[in-house]
């Protein structure tokens, strides 16, 4: 359903792989003073001074983390940094550096490489990181691509998984849900493209949730918020698989329980409408649905008064003792487990 921008061919034999490896690294600028040595020796040299350093990686594989159908290359390139980056970013570090690996098989052309790498050239410098090294080679199928994403950080502003309290505030930044259903707008877009090739999708009112899926961002922002409002999470995590899960996960490592309160759940309007439409209940989307790259934490009750009324933040429950368990606390002030809503069968 995406026109090929790309009518040029280029193969990526004529290269060969240093060729390649020149070709798309040429242009990249060194910007941290903690990368001494980026591309071009056998490893990347870099000096955080006193900080500590913070490092994630994560892999995309082509027909299991995303299809070519409906996300464009330079799309998927720009993904692949900002989900990094969020991983680092939950760790409350700032992020500074990454490695970029992919393995290509000859299906695609030079033009395609170059459309990735573009996606990827502008994370970096949206982000202001640096790209100081990586790995090229072929696959026999498809396009494999990983990401290594390296951060910096005071040893005492890291915060992990384990740190909530049972009287701390369970707060997340953004809004819940619209990614996965981005990804239902566009799979069913695809469906109704592969019956009919002439049917071109409308959609247009499905444009902020076809944009949390396509291009999500890295809440880099978060770390110089909470700075400025003088608050330190106790725990914090990233929500990459959806809420319930990462709820579950900071739970079980802080050995605390939680309630959560379906009121309070930060939704976007088209959200609703689009839900309704599908005739979905928003706050299964919200609770299961993953890949919104929003932050997830818990702070000190007395903390409450200095995020209030935040357009970034929104106070979605409280930790309790861990004999309590994990509740969502509905509408109708029923509590339901949260494991029991069948998050882990949920398939996406
Ligand atoms: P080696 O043989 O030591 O693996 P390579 O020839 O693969 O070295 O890589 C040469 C340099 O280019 C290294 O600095 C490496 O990190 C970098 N590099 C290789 N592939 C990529 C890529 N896809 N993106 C960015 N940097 C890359
Ligand atoms: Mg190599």
Redesign the pocket.
């Known amino acids: 359903m995406l026109e090929d921008k790309n009518p040029q061919k280029t193969s990526i034999d004529q290269l060969g ?2 060729g390649l ?1 020149d070709h ?2 040429k242009n ?1 600028q060194i910007k941290h003073a903690s990368t001494i040595k ?7 040299v870099l000096n955080f001074g006193t900080n500590k350093m913070v490092v994630s990686t994560d892999f995309l594989i082509e027909g299991v983390h995303f299809d070519l159908a409906y996300m464009p290359l330079k799309h998927l390139g720009y993904k692949a940094v900002t989900v990094n980056l969020s991983d680092i970013c939950a760790m409350n570090a700032k992020p500074t550096q990454i ?4 393995a290509v098989s000859n299906r695609f052309p030079l033009e395609a490489i170059e459309e990735l ?1 573009e996606g990827i050239a502008l994370a970096a410098e949206i982000y202001k990181i640096d ?6 080679t072929s696959s026999q199928k498809g396009l494999l691509l990983s990401i290594t994403a390296i951060g910096e950080a005071k040893e005492e502003e890291i915060v992990y998984r384990n740190g909530a309290k049972a009287t701390d505030l369970l707060v997340v930044s953004g809004d819940i849900g619209s990614a996965y259903m981005g990804l239902q707008v566009l799979e069913r877009e695809k469906q109704v493209f592969q019956v009919n090739p002439n049917n071109q999708p409308d959609l247009e009112n499905y444009t902020y949730l076809i944009e949390r899926q396509l291009k999500p961002e890295a809440r880099t922002d978060i770390k110089e918020l909470l700075e400025k409002l003088e608050v330190k999470p106790t725990a914090m995590i990233d929500i990459s698989d959806g809420l319930s899960s990462e709820i579950i996960h900071l739970c079980k490592q802080s050995e605390v329980g939680c309630n959560l309160y379906e009121e309070k759940l930060p939704l976007d309007p088209q959200l609703i409408t689009v839900c309704e439409e599908f005739k979905i209940d928003s706050t299964t989307i919200a609770i299961n649905g993953g890949e919104d790259y929003e932050l997830l934490f818990t702070i000190p009750i007395d903390d409450f008064s200095k995020i209030k009324g935040n357009p970034n933040l929104t106070v979605i429950g409280h930790m309790v003792n861990k004999k309590e368990g994990i509740h969502l606390i509905t509408r109708a002030n029923e509590a339901i487990e949260l494991k029991s809503l069948g998050w882990n069968s949920f398939t996406k």
């Open positions: 792989e240093f490896i798309l690294t990249f980026g591309i071009g020796d056998d490893a990347a490695t970029v690996s992919i790498y790209i100081i090294g990586g790995d090229t």
